[in-house]
Structures are given as C-alpha cells and as structure tokens.
C-alpha cells in the first residue's frame, strides 16, 4: 500500500563512500536531506580491502577534504597504520595510505551522519524515482513509502541486482552476505536508462593466530606521516604492521587444475570484471610467466585477528581456497575466516551524465560511485561529494560545481566518466591526470578550499587556516628568491658536500634548492634571516620553487585547455549539418552533446580534424553573432 511519508529537498540512496559524502554535503548546505540505506549496519562498510588512499586515491581524500568532505577526517580517526607512498619519486606521485579500523570507521561515520542537521537516515530500499514533468519530484520504497523531494542521487555502490560467486554456487546478494536491490534497476530500464553489468572481487580473510609472519617481510607504518584532513588535529594511531609474502609454482598448480571449477572461467559470470585489480586466478592465466605474485596481509582492525589477504581476490571454491592459501610462505596452517567471492552488479552507462553528474534527459537525478562503474572507495567519495553539493545547488536554483581536469583529480575522474565513458570498471591512476604536477595532494586545500567556500561547506577558521598557509607559502617563496648567500666557506662547505664545485659568486637560496640534492631543511645553517612559517607551508614553498620550471610548462599547457573549454557547444547544435565532420564524429556528437569544444575533443572516435571543424563552426558563429 502506498502512502505519502515525507518531503525533503534531496534524497540520497544508499550510504556507502558515495552515499556518506553526499548526504553530508547536501545537508551541510542548509538542504533537508534523506539517507536511505539496505541496511544501516553497513554505513560507510569497507567490503574490499580495510584501507583509505594510495597511489592517486590519496589525491582524491586531499580533495575531497578540501572540498569540505568527511573521508579525510574519518581514515585520520580511526586509522591503524599509516605510510606515505612513492618517497622516492617527486612530489606529483606521493600519495597517503591508511589502513584503517573496519568497524570503527563505520561507527564513526554513522555517527557524523546521526549527528548532522539537516540529514535523516532512514533503513529501507528504494524501488521507484518518481517524477513529474520529467523531472525528479521523489521516490518510493519496496514497502510503498513516497517521500517527495527535487533532487535525487543514486549511490547505490554494487548492489543493484547483485549476485556472489565462490566456486559453482551463486547467492542472490550484496558484499558481506548483505541483501540486494532487487527493483531499482527496473525502474531505471523503464526510464531509459542504458544499464550495464560489472564484476569485482575480494580475497579471504585469515586468523592471525595461524599465520607464521615470522616467514613474511613486515610493512611498518611510517611515524612521520603527514594527515589526510586538513583540519584535523593529530592522530592517534597504533601502527600495526602488514607484512608481504609472494605466491610461488605451487599456489599456481593448485589454481591452473581448478580453473574449470572458477565460475569465471566456467562461463557463469558474463560481467566485465576490473583491469587494475584482477583475481588471483586471472594473473595465473595471463602472466604464465612471472614465477610469483605479491599477497599482502593487512590487519582489519585493532580489536580483531582477522586480516586480509591483499592479493588473492577469488571466485574459486572453498576448498581450492584453503589449498592454495597453504602453499604460501606463513599461511601453511592459516585458518580461512571468511572466503572470497565474486561480485557482479548493475551500474549505468555513465555517458548519459553530465559533468555535474547529473542524468542528460532527467533533471533533478544525479548518479555517484560505482553505480556510474567505478571501483575503490576514495572514487566513490569524490563522485559523492560533487553530487550532493549539485543536487542541493540544482535545488536552491544557484550554479552547479564543475570541475575541469586542471582542477583536480575529481575532475579527470568525472570528466572520464561523462566524456570517455567506463567500459570496465574506471579506477584512478596518476597517468590519467595530464596536469599532475599541478594536482599534487599537498596543494589541494589551496586548490579546492574556495569552491568549498563558495558552497557553504567550508567554514570561516578553515578558510583563515587555508589563507594562512598561502600567505606564508608565497612569503617563504619571496624569501628564497631574494635573499643572496654570499660565497664563503660556509657556502663552499654546503656545496662540497653535495658534490658540487665552489661558488665564485652568491647564490639565491631558491638557486640552491634548485639542485637536485638539495633540501630546505638542510638550508637552515645558510638562512641569515629564516621567516617563521608553519611546516605546511615549507613543503609547499619547496615544492613551487624547486619544480618551478616544469609547474610553469604546465600550466602554459592549462591555459591552452582551458581555451579550448571555453568555446561553449550549444545543446541544440545539429552535427549532420556541419560541413566536414566525419560521420562517426557526427554520431558521437549528436549521441554526448558535448559542453564544449574541449570536451568534444576528448571523445573517443573524434579526431583532431573534426575539432579543426568544430574550430572553424564557432568562430563562424560567433562572427554571425
């Protein structure tokens, strides 16, 4: 029986990493917000690996944060150990990983979420989007609840018409033995909606007890590590170890002889499964010729013996599962506490999006997660963020958010979405960004903090913390220019250190830094005058002055793509009336709509000569104009 049970300003469905974020940002701006959830012991769940950052996620948590978002202060709060990666490499690939607490990152979440005004979380599944006119005006529940709103986003993660796999047997279910949402993807469909099938995975979990680390390589955390948020005072994190053991011929034998009882391999799942993060099974077959494959062990929380096996992800029946794990170093006696599946899932052709990740031909629903066919948690968080704050800017009337590939990593992220599309699972990698040194995650509160602002996220002390640290930023970098160390022994001793010849004549300090050995911190003993700045703002300051040249090049290359944006393509604009496109070019146009000249240019099957084209139709147009 249907009833009416309420009205919002925008409902959120689902309230996982995606789910979470726009929910909080939603309501943060001042709009009555719904959270509906298949089940609220699973806010926030982490069902893959325990883990929040790495290499080009870590990005996303800075700017995320930056935005006013709560996956940073939440990896910050209940973290279990902490690294930052790539140390040997420049400041454009450092990224932060946290391991963090399963259950209390859930429980703190859930309770940043019960705590907010503004935001209602409510336990139920939706099975309808209503709307009037075309466009979103609510939903209804499987139990025949109508609450109205303007804007809806749906974050349902992998649960639409989910099903797991361990070996022949197939359960009807989402991750960790969680229902799934049987009746949305109809709705979808009905709507016009163009649906997809996915797959992921995850490895077993073991009992620490039974496992010799004794046989492994221990991963200590760093005691150093910077923090994720911004705005967050301290950690206070225990630093649990994970350790490192490799798989070998044995694991590999075990694995080849069971192929045909992988629901995979044996044709019983048609879902196309992730490139970057493959089964265990899957790198047997396709690099037949490495010898061995990393398994890493990592804790699942302080309070638990159970770790996952990083490495493994699996369809293989149980017993291939306890066979193979025994033939790696350490797990000989391992005890299996949970064992890995298969997961296939619904999520949508995310080409039907804008950049606002709104739906093209629905105003008022907006898509985000892996529900748009993304996978990892931090790529949810971000698509989560930018969609409740344009779902409650679509509501007040006001402009949407928009980020452009120079940006953020958010912006590569969307923009590959709604430009490029995801016909595998889209996970982010450093080599998307082609602005990367420009995007590092140290700078990004002094890139996003503004747009938070101007959405009502960021409070006033975050943005004076914010200025403060550009004010001292740009002091330092005018200290370093312009003060002269003038040649001497002091100079002379510097530089023989460092193998380099003496100086004849002064050096800037920002001439010193330059070379390539050459860090701030060492320069103190130099410094006649060192400015008082806080320890942010030297790393930034170091980074601008010794990587100034090449951030230069970069962004005389944003200004080239930024151009190219700003030539807007009317909605409306026939592409089979242009003289000179190709037809494939026509069809691909007229099929996206591209906002702009820039993006069209991104579409795969566009080429340079159709964007010579395009060029030549908006300079004629605006001539007309």
């Known amino acids: 029986m249907r009833y009416e049970a309420g009205e919002f300003d925008v409902v959120v469905i689902g309230a996982g990493h995606a789910g979470c974020e726009a929910a909080l940002a939603a309501a943060r701006m001042g709009r009555s917000t719904l959270a509906l959830t298949l089940q609220l012991d699973a806010v926030a769940l982490m069902p893959c690996n325990p883990a929040i950052g790495g290499t080009s996620k870590g990005h996303l948590v800075r700017e995320v944060d930056a935005l006013g978002g709560e996956m940073g202060l939440n990896a910050d709060a209940t973290c279990i150990q902490v690294r930052l990666l790539n140390t040997s490499k420049g400041p454009a690939v450092q990224s932060l990983r946290a391991q963090a607490d399963k259950k209390a990152y859930q429980a703190r979440m859930k309770g940043v979420l019960e705590d907010a005004e503004n935001l209602t979380l409510l336990q139920g599944e939706c099975a309808r989007i209503l709307t009037e006119g075309g466009r979103v005006s609510g939903i209804e529940t499987t139990s025949g609840a109508r609450y109205r709103c303007r804007a809806v986003v749906v974050a349902t993660g992998v649960y639409l018409r989910s099903r ?164 790696i170093p350490g797990m000989e006696r391992a005890q299996i506490m949970r064992y890995g599946y298969a997961i296939e899932y619904d999520c949508i052709d995310s080409l039907q999006l804008t950049s606002t990740l709104m739906m093209k031909d629905m105003p008022g629903l907006f898509m985000a997660g892996q529900v748009n066919g993304t996978s990892g948690y931090e790529e949810a968080a971000a698509q989560g963020i930018v969609a409740g704050i344009n779902a409650a800017q679509y509501v007040r009337g006001e402009p949407p958010l928009v980020l452009a590939r120079s940006d953020a990593y958010a912006g590569v992220l969307i923009d590959d979405l709604v430009t490029k599309g995801a016909s595998e699972p889209y996970r982010m990698m450093t080599s998307r960004a082609e602005y990367r040194l420009l995007l590092r995650q140290d700078n990004a509160d002094l890139r996003l903090t503004d747009m938070g602002r101007r959405v009502g996220l960021v409070s006033d002390a975050r943005y004076d913390r914010m200025m403060r640290k550009r004010e001292e930023t740009e002091r330092l970098v005018r200290h370093l220019k312009e003060t ?142």
């Not at 393509?569 to 591209?594: C, F, M, N, T």
């Open 164 to 327: 797991t796999f361990t070996g022949p047997k197939a359960v009807e279910g989402g991750p960790a033995g969680l229902m799934a949402a049987t009746e949305l993807t109809g709705d979808l469909l009905d709507k016009g909606v163009r649906i997809r099938r996915f797959k992921t995975g995850t490895p077993p979990r073991v009992n620490a007890h039974t496992v010799d680390f004794s046989r492994m390589t221990e991963q200590p955390g760093d005691e150093t590590a910077p923090l994720f948020s911004f705005v967050s005072t301290g950690r206070d994190c225990p630093q649990m170890s994970c350790y490192l053991t490799w798989t070998n011929e044995a694991t590999h034998r075990i694995i080849r002889e069971n192929l045909d009882r992988s629901p995979m391999y044996a044709g019983l799942i048609d879902a196309t499964g992730v490139r970057y993060c493959p089964s265990i099974e899957d790198k047997v077959v396709r690099f037949a010729h490495k010898e061995r494959h990393q398994v890493f062990l990592e804790p699942e929380g302080a309070h638990t013996r159970e770790y996952y096996v990083q490495g493994m992800s699996t369809s293989l029946p149980e017993d291939v599962q306890i066979a193979m794990l025994h033939t």
């Open 484 to 625: 002269v160390l003038p040649p001497g022994e002091a100079l002379n001793r510097f530089l023989a250190a460092k193998a380099y010849p003496p100086a004849a004549t002064g050096l800037t300090m920002a001439e010193l830094l330059r070379r390539p050995p050459v860090r701030l911190a060492e320069l103190g003993g130099l410094d006649p005058n060192p400015p008082h700045v806080g320890d942010d703002a030297r790393e930034e300051a170091e980074i601008q002055v010794k990587y100034e040249g090449y951030i230069q090049r970069q962004q005389q290359e944003v200004e080239r793509f930024q151009r190219l944006e700003q030539m807007a393509l009317d909605e409306d604009i026939d592409y089979s009336r242009i003289e000179g496109l190709r037809l494939e070019a026509r069809q691909k146009l007229a099929a996206q709509r591209p906002a702009s000249v820039g993006q069209a240019a991104r579409i795969l099957g566009v080429s340079p000569a159709d964007i010579g084209v395009l060029l030549v139709y908006v300079k004629s147009k605006g001539r007309r104009a």
